[in-house]
């Protein structure tokens, strides 16, 4: 059974930081794609990063690129994001995402999501 889970959601003050992490499970992880998305209030799911199947290539929204670095543990199952420098729009409730060998966006399993705020 696929697992996804993310945690380390969590208030932080604009300028601060966080770390995400998704944990997984029942399936070849460092066979796939993995991403980070996120939701805000009022809007459409974004496509914040994604790693490919060995760590070695990354790709970044333009909004977080230079503040957020994603990392993924090929022994460990895990995915992680390092936000820095965080502002107010980065307020979302953040999502891990499965893709496959091939596509990070053909997404066939979330987790449930973790929510980030962002203020003093």
């Known amino acids: 059974q696929v697992q996804v889970v993310e945690s380390g959601g969590d208030l932080a003050q604009p300028g601060g930081s966080l770390r995400l992490s998704c944990a997984t499970s029942?399936?070849?992880?460092?066979?796939?794609?993995m991403s980070w998305t996120r939701r805000a209030p009022g809007k459409g799911l974004e496509w914040v990063s994604y790693?490919?199947?060995?760590?070695?290539?990354?790709w970044y929204a333009d909004s977080v690129k230079g503040r957020f670095n994603i990392v993924r543990d090929n022994v460990d199952n895990a995915l992680y994001l390092q936000m820095n420098n965080l502002k107010p729009e980065d307020a979302a409730v953040y999502y891990c995402a499965k893709g496959n060998k091939w596509n990070p966006r053909e997404v066939d399993s979330w987790g449930p999501g973790t929510q980030v705020d962002v203020g003093s």
């Open positions: 790693v490919n199947l060995d760590g070695s290539d990354t």
């Open positions: 029942g399936f070849g992880f460092r066979d796939v794609y």
